[in-house]
């Protein structure tokens, strides 16, 4: 009896242990979930939506290991990001912070925004106002905000919010691309820290992201809420569920 009471615990040990392994080779190679828990890239994710993140899409790094473990020398199997992906990275001030925002510029490429309007390589990007986005700012308040459609040279299309085109972020240096690094943008382009500032050790900022710190990139939404229920309360879960989000792919 007790041979046999030992042998179903190490089985349950043996099993939960596999378990475990099989999810971290999956979050380490195939997909690991990310949630978004500020409005960076509002219109196109809410605080509150929770995402898939595709590991091989670019190839591995250090940082596609848990805790980063530096265990692969700078990326292999490299698969460069497209213009307009939106991605997962390492913050480059700390190499901890994950960050999510769109790609805008690639190696090479000159990027600078001029009242509000993105340039790329000496060209405006076009953009064309659509219906104002709607944001609840309290119980029973709300604000719009401008929205457009914004296209990427190649044709990438995908919206954005502009509060004002005379923000301090509206108007900045230009900004040459360098070799194995890309210029990452939040589509609620207002309230974004992201490549258009500077990056500083211990301070902040996020600049030009190195293709190492490259994490993945967004592919699918498969859950989203609103925020007014807590974990605790149970009956609440299906009225602050955002059932028209559910498995959305990120554009």
Do not use: C
Request: aromatic letters at 12%; zero cysteines; charged letters at 25%.
């Amino acid at each position: 009896m007790k041979e046999t009471k030992s042998g179903g615990l190490w089985d349950t040990i043996k099993t939960i242990v596999y378990a475990v392994l099989i999810a971290l080779f999956i979050r380490t190679v195939a997909y690991e979930p990310f949630n978004i828990p500020s409005g960076s890239m509002i219109p196109t994710l809410l605080v509150g939506d929770y995402l898939f993140v595709s590991k091989f899409s670019y190839g591995y790094s250090r940082h596609s290991l848990p805790l980063s473990l530096p265990l692969i020398p700078g990326r292999v199997l490299m698969d460069p990001p497209e213009r307009g992906d939106v991605t997962v990275f390492k913050l480059p001030s700390d190499n901890r912070t994950d960050y999510i925002k769109r790609i805008i510029g690639l190696p090479g490429d000159r990027i600078q925004m001029k009242q509000g309007r993105l340039w790329i390589n000496g060209e405006i990007v076009a953009r064309q106002r659509i219906e104002d986005f709607v944001e609840p700012v309290g119980e029973g308040r709300f604000q719009r905000i401008a929205q457009f459609v914004e296209t990427l040279p190649g044709g990438r299309k995908h919206r954005i919010l502009e509060y004002s085109d005379d923000r301090e972020l509206d108007s900045t240096p230009l900004f040459t691309v360098p070799a194995g690094h890309y210029f990452a943008m939040g589509d609620n382009r207002d309230n974004s820290l992201d490549s258009r500032v500077a990056s500083r050790p211990g301070v902040g900022g996020v600049g030009f992201v190195p293709a190492e710190n490259l994490v993945g990139r967004a592919e699918i939404l498969f859950f989203s809420t609103d925020g007014s229920a807590r974990w605790w309360e149970p009956w609440q879960w299906i009225q602050a569920a955002r059932f028209n989000r559910f498995f959305r792919t990120v554009r």
